[in-house]
């Protein structure tokens, strides 16, 4: 009988060995080499590295466009500090399109790794809460129906756990995101999935420089943000078919129960990790409030002021921070968004009233 020696598979050694060398690379470079900011999908990946590899900072910011562009870091830093008379550590973690079903598992998120934050702050306007026929997708510029206010971009704060309780609440919708779910548990001990798509991005931003990035703490960087619609004009007509098309079902602004009974979720966890909790209302324009419903804002605010009442967490309208009225279309980026002068002004006001607050619920 005559025996042969196999020939040892060098192709999979190489292979194997060029992973290893990747990931040793990756670790030793360190997260700051791929958590290079930049606004829309990657900005979630760069929050969720950024937790796992530092924890959180002393204040945070969260919520969708309106908080990221209306709440500016260096100025609520500055305004803490005054208040404090000590260092302060302020991030945006705010994201463009963020509804509650993508803010409610970030906060989870964050709060799994340590440091912990000691105040979040959650800009809140009317369409948080909001019925959520139709969806506007930032990325491809379409809108859609969605039965459910979740889609992937929750699913890449989720772990397996966060999983099963989305789908306890949306049905098996949610099964399309498992295998999202299933990269975020392994790439926490293999960081080369982690990171895979950002390294030549992470070289191309060394490389031209570090554009502003709100969860270092730096003013949101996007260009024009010294422009408003009192010098460059609107179309009311525009904004108002907007609002009736996207926001109102027949002429109403019904609120998602789903969406109600998410904020209750992000109370709990909150108070578990003992975290204070902030609701900011969020000022719109009034070409933009026109379309709703005369009661909408009354409303929404109730649901808010309800939700302090019973569960101790703050809540501060736009009177509470000495705001009402005080907002032109010298002070808006656009219909929602606030511009620089506008953020300045009303992360001035929230800096005041949270500084004093913190202070007293300590």
């Known amino acids: 009988m005559t025996f042969t020696r196999k020939s040892i598979p060098w192709a999979l050694v ?25 606004r829309g999908p990657t900005a979630r990946h760069a929050i969720r590295r950024h937790v796992v590899a530092y924890g959180a900072s002393e204040v945070l910011i969260v919520g969708s466009s309106r908080s990221e562009m209306g709440i500016d870091c ?29 803010s409610v598992p970030m906060v989870k998120h964050i709060l799994r790794y340590e440091p912990r934050p000691r105040v979040i702050i959650y800009g809140v306007g009317q369409e948080q809460i909001g019925p959520n026929d139709l969806v506007y997708d930032q990325y491809t510029e379409e809108l859609f129906r969605a039965p459910t206010p979740v889609n992937e971009r929750a699913a890449m704060f989720w772990n397996m756990d966060d999983f099963k309780q989305a789908r306890e609440t949306f049905g098996p919708i949610v099964d399309d995101y498992l295998p999202i779910v299933v990269r975020n548990g392994i790439e926490q001990h293999y960081h080369t999935l982690r990171v895979r798509g950002r390294i030549m991005n992470g070289l191309r931003n060394s490389l031209r420089g570090r554009e502003g990035s709100p969860i270092l703490g730096e003013s949101l960087d996007i260009g024009d943000r010294d422009s408003s619609m009192a010098n460059d004009g609107f179309d009311a007509d525009a904004i108002r078919r907007h609002v009736e098309d996207l926001h109102l079902v027949d002429g109403a602004y019904p609120f998602h129960p789903q969406r ?3 904020f209750d979720q992000l109370v709990v966890e909150c108070q578990q990790a003992g975290t204070m909790l902030v609701f900011v209302e969020l000022p719109n324009s009034a070409a933009f409030e026109a379309p709703f419903p005369a009661d909408t804002r009354a409303r929404f605010q109730q649901v808010f002021r309800d939700l302090a009442e019973q569960d101790g967490v703050e809540f501060y309208t736009l009177h509470d921070i000495g705001l009402q009225g005080a907002f032109s279309y010298e002070d808006y980026y656009d219909a929602v968004h606030l511009n620089i002068q506008g953020a300045k002004r009303y992360t001035e006001a929230i800096a005041a009233k949270l500084g004093i607050q913190a202070e007293l619920d300590q």
């Open 74 to 102: 260096p100025e609520l830093q500055q305004g803490l500090e005054e208040v404090w008379k000590r260092p302060v550590e302020v991030s945006n973690y705010a994201l463009g399109g963020a509804q509650a079903a993508e």
């Open 14 to 38: 190489g292979a194997l060995l060029l992973l290893l060398i990747v990931e040793c690379g990756v670790r030793i470079a360190g997260p700051t080499s791929y958590i290079a900011y930049e």
């Open 260 to 262: 109600l009974a998410l």
